[in-house]
């Protein structure tokens, strides 16, 4: 089923930011991806791996709750949303973040791919 196939690819595109694993994590999106916040802070792929590379928290749990994922007629184009939790340190001080995100992934040479995503904390 197409939408279990979108889910699996969010959990590993998750894992891998979780585990800090660069590679993986940028495998998971299109070369033309894009990382909106509410405060219109945009990033393309390069900038936002790097940025991520460069940041300082330690994950100590994440979690995905209430996703939706819809499919496109063609099933080629998917869109998730979703929940997100995170629990982590920030310079040795417990945090504790969650947003509402969405993700639009796009299937190219038969293997789901992230192209967009936007992040929202305001809940």
């Known amino acids: 089923m197409v939408s279990e196939e979108i889910k699996l690819k969010l959990e590993e595109y998750y894992e891998a930011f979780h585990k800090k694993d660069w590679d993986k994590f ?31 928290w330690q994950g100590i749990e ?3 709750s209430e996703i939706k994922i819809h499919i496109s007629g063609s099933e080629d184009l998917g869109v998730a949303i979703y929940r997100t939790f995170f629990k982590g340190l920030l310079s040795d001080v417990e945090r504790k973040l969650t ?21 929202s904390n305001k809940e």
């Open 26 to 56: 940028s495998d998971c999106l299109t070369d033309d991806f894009s990382y909106f916040t509410d405060t219109a802070f945009r990033l393309n792929k390069k900038d936002y791996v790097e940025f991520l590379r460069k940041d300082p």
């Open 62 to 64: 994440y979690g995905l």
């Open 99 to 119: 947003a509402i995100e969405t993700s639009v992934f796009v299937k190219k040479e038969n293997q789901w791919k992230m192209l967009h995503t936007h992040i």
